[in-house]
């Protein structure tokens, strides 16, 4: 386990967890939070044959009530553009950290909080999450990335209709508009559930989890013939390696696959 100043790393089996842990602000995202979650991502990526990364927050009260208002309030135009370019730089390094990155949402997941929460490949929560993007309360707009993420994931119009009011959004209305893909009953353990989720991906072909993720995330943007292309090399490039071969004769073979991640 490293213990940076408001984050917590640990692996559990093939999976690193982090932890936003600065319970007296909900866990809000200050600059020094998201230093320690910087270099947390950083070290998590050196993990030996690391499978999934989690990320959630502590308690069960939130999981990121935001960016800190707080630090916000006092900020200058150039001292605010710095904070959001922090920010979006984190949340791309979990667009395109290597493994899969599941969000464990407990909670509160308002503003960067969402936003957090949409950077990763999956979106798990509890049956008391709330997610939102109330920045117009505060009277300014979303800046780590949510008029972007939202609208990709939900659609255009309701990501207009969810930012224009900054309305709350129920664990329930999440799942129901596709901004998660779980909501776990009450009293289950969003942690539990996300390193479950991380031991099944475990289990399957790691060069091929990352190179499919890759596959999305790089081209997700792109127009269809180019992304096409780029499936195409990444599949090519699954064939150059040994989890190739395993996988294919352990299914030839009708035996379980052995897979090296190589
Ligand atoms: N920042 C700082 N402190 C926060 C916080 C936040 N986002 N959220 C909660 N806290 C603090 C509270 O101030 C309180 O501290 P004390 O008074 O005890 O010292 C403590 O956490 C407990 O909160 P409450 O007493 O309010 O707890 P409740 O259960 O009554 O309410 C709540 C929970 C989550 C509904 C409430 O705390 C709340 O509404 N929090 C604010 C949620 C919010 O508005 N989040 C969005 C923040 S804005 C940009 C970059 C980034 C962004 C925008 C622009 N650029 C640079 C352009 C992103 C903006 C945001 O995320």
Redesign the pocket.
């Known amino acids: 386990m490293t213990d940076f100043e408001n984050v917590t790393l640990e692996l559990r089996g093939h999976a690193a967890v982090i932890t936003i842990n600065r319970p ?3 866990n ?3 600059s020094a939070t998201l230093d320690d979650l910087a270099e947390a991502l950083v070290e998590a990526s050196t993990f030996e044959d690391l499978r999934a990364l989690i990320i959630t927050g502590s308690g069960d ?2 999981f ?9 309030a006092e ?1 200058s135009c150039i ?7 922090q ?1 979006q730089e984190v949340l791309n390094g979990i667009e395109h950290f290597p493994a899969p990155v599941i969000a464990a949402v407990n909670g ?1 997941a ?6 957090l929460a949409m950077a990763c490949d999956l979106i798990i929560c509890s049956s008391n999450a ?1 997610f ?4 117009v ?2 009277g ?5 990335g ?1 008029t972007q993420r939202l609208a990709r994931l939900v659609g255009a119009m309701r990501a207009r209709e969810i930012i224009f009011t ?1 309305r709350n959004v129920s664990a329930a209305e999440a799942a129901e508009i596709g901004l998660v893909i779980r909501v776990l009953p009450e009293g289950e353990s969003v942690l539990d559930a996300a390193i479950a989720m991380a031991g099944k991906i475990a289990r399957v072909g790691p060069v091929a989890v990352r190179l499919a993720k890759r596959a999305i995330n790089e081209n997700v943007d792109s127009a269809l013939p180019v992304a096409l292309a780029a499936e195409r090399t990444l599949f090519a490039l699954c064939m150059s390696t040994d989890d190739q071969t395993e996988g294919m004769d352990a299914f030839l073979n009708k035996r379980k696959a052995e897979f090296q991640g190589r």
């Not at 001292?79 to 370019?85: K, M, S, Y």
């Not at 308002?110 to 936003?115: A, K, R, S």
């Not at 300014?140 to 780590?144: E, H, K, L, N, T």
Request: hydrophobic share 45%; charged share 20%; glycine share 20%.
């Open positions: 007296k602000a909900l809000a995202l200050n009260k939130a990121v009530a935001g960016a800190d208002i707080s630090e916000m900020m001292e605010a553009e710095d904070f959001a370019l920010g509160f308002l503003g960067g909080g969402t936003e709330v939102g993007q109330p920045e309360k505060l300014v707009i979303p800046g780590f949510g900054g």
